[in-house]
């Protein structure tokens, strides 16, 4: 029986890698199901179950949401990690603009290259002497 | 000279210090072990969605995407990665040195700076220097989630929409080995062009469900979204990795210190007993 390959990643994990006579993914229009040979298709995923059919063999995992991409030998699965919507994403944004805003109350933001140049010279010429102290040793 | 007992105190106070700093560099040990496996982990999803970028850009896409463009820059931001947590030698500072010096080098072409900060040690540096900071993901733990990245590589990919930016840089460490850590600004945007596939005909496309658009618009933000987040673990790794150097180092610099202070206390004690000894001889003699 001819079989497709499969990959199941997410970003900080690979989840499953191998061969599948059939794939089933809920895709964000409907559910698919992929047999070897399938034309080439992209699609986003919604959540929902991820099944892998190897001969009788079937393995199950979820997927919160992502993208599908098939080739006709090939079928890759990139598995968010987390529930993704546009609000919720706006919502983080927003966090990370406030802790912004809240660290650095800024009075100018030009950058003040002659400033940052001298900091960092003290900061080398610190590590330098340090090094410099510990071969003398 | 010193009295015996100064010298005693100050040794015993180093040999506190030291078993501190030995035990950081144990700890240090320990975690870069785990941070390195998270590096690793998080590769394949790198790996996979470069290569489906890669069938997308030989399919005969109609779509070109904002990301590719190449725009005349006027204001460019620095994702800029640092760690959470002193005590790593010069892993921040050699980091910060080189996009200063790149924001310097844009400075000169007209163009102007922002950045988005990730990590404790950036926004302490960068508020004293008067930088414009857009936004700050701090405190993220040695297994950072991606999702605690969202918010800001969104602010930067807003920006770029809006036309706010036109490039994007990301800086952070790279891992080559325990001693050694690369500081790198690598452009992020715009996206070098995807190396395409050869080995896929070129007469072909794919069925998109549902808009092509709306699906490589969100395959894109999310290739971002993991160079970003494999930057953070990789930093991770350094820091780790730069720690335990620092905190041998510091343990040795301590050893060595001890060593010639026993010396030094040891000299003083003799130099005592020598000076009572005479005083006693002294002594009898004169009765």
Known sequence: MSTIKINIVSSNEEIYSGEATMVYATGSLGELGIAPGHTPLLTGLAAGPVRVQNGTEEEAFFCSGGFLEIQPDLVTVLSDTAERADSLDEAEAIKAKESAEQDLANKDATLDYAKASAQLAEAVARLKTIQKLRKNQ | ?287
């Open chain 2, 1 to 287: 000279m010193a009295n015996t007992k100064e010298v005693r105190k100050q040794i015993a106070s180093i040999k506190g210090t030291q078993k501190i700093t030995s035990a950081m560099e144990m700890v240090a040990a320990s975690k870069m072990k785990k941070t390195q496996d998270n590096m690793l982990k998080g590769r394949p999803y790198s790996l996979k969605i470069k290569d489906v970028i890669a069938h997308i850009a030989s399919a005969n896409s109609e779509y070109p995407h904002p990301f590719y463009e190449e725009r005349s820059a006027k204001k460019a931001c620095f994702i800029v990665v640092s760690s959470d947590k002193g005590l790593c030698g010069g892993l921040n500072i050699n980091l910060f040195k080189q996009v200063i010096a790149k924001s310097a080098e844009l400075h000169e072409q007209g163009v102007e700076s922002c950045f988005a900060l990730i990590g404790s040690k950036a926004p302490g540096f960068f508020k004293s220097i008067g930088g414009q900071v857009v936004a700050v993901a701090e405190k993220l733990g040695d297994k950072p989630n991606p999702e605690d990245l969202i918010g800001l590589t969104k602010v930067v990919l807003d920006m770029h929409k809006n036309g706010d930016i036109d490039q994007a840089y990301l800086c952070s460490n790279s891992f080559v080995n325990t001693m050694t850590q690369q500081p790198n600004v690598d452009q992020l945007i715009p996206l070098a062009p995807a190396e395409k596939d050869d080995s896929i005909s070129t007469q072909w496309d794919y069925i998109y469900e549902p808009e092509a658009k709306e699906l490589l618009d969100g395959l894109l933000t999310r290739y971002i979204e993991s160079l970003v987040y494999q930057a953070v673990v990789e930093n991770n790794a350094c820091e780790q990795a730069a720690k335990m150097i620092a905190m041998k180092s510091a343990t040795d610099n301590a050893g060595d210190l001890i060593k010639e202070l026993e010396l030094l206390y040891n000299n003083v004690r003799q130099a005592a007993i020598t000076q009572e000894l005479s005083e006693i001889v002294g002594g009898a003699a004169a009765v």
